[in-house]
């Protein structure tokens, strides 16, 4: 059974930084493809990065292109997100995925089938 769990969320200052963290354990793909999501309360989860372990092909939502950096650790079940210039329209619940491709819908379509519990990143003003 494939699971991941997310760490390293928290609260911060506008401007300031955060690294987030995924362990994936229990899968026997390949090849995978990984991605970071955001949702507030009330709104649909958004994609902000992901990453296709193949070829490291990348992929940012404008909204964060520039500002967070998506990659694998040495450890290669583990998926990072760093994130730079932090704003408070940042803040949300930060989730994890995978899935053994990217879907057709694109890269940053919450189509994956495997999903962590969340982290909860806050940016103050």
């Known amino acids: 059974q494939v699971q991941l769990m997310e760490s390293g969320g928290g609260s911060v200052q506008a401007g300031g930084s955060l690294t987030l963290s995924c362990t994936i354990s229990?899968?026997?793909?390949?090849?995978?493809?990984m991605g970071w999501f955001r949702q507030t309360p009330g709104k649909e989860r958004d994609g902000v990065a992901s990453?296709?372990?193949?070829?490291?092909?990348?992929t940012y939502a404008s909204s964060v292109s520039g500002r967070f950096t998506i990659a694998r650790g040495n450890e290669k079940n583990t998926l990072y997100l760093r994130m730079n210039d932090l704003k408070p329209e940042d803040t949300a619940t930060y989730y994890c995925?995978?899935?053994?491709?990217?879907?057709?819908?694109?890269?940053?379509?919450?189509?994956?089938?495997?999903w962590g519990q969340g982290s909860q990143v806050t940016v103050s003003s």
């Open positions: 995925a995978a899935d053994k491709w990217c879907p057709m819908a694109g890269p940053l379509s919450p189509s994956f089938a495997y």
């Open positions: 229990g899968y026997n793909f390949a090849q995978f493809c």
């Open positions: 990453i296709y372990t193949t070829n490291s092909d990348t």
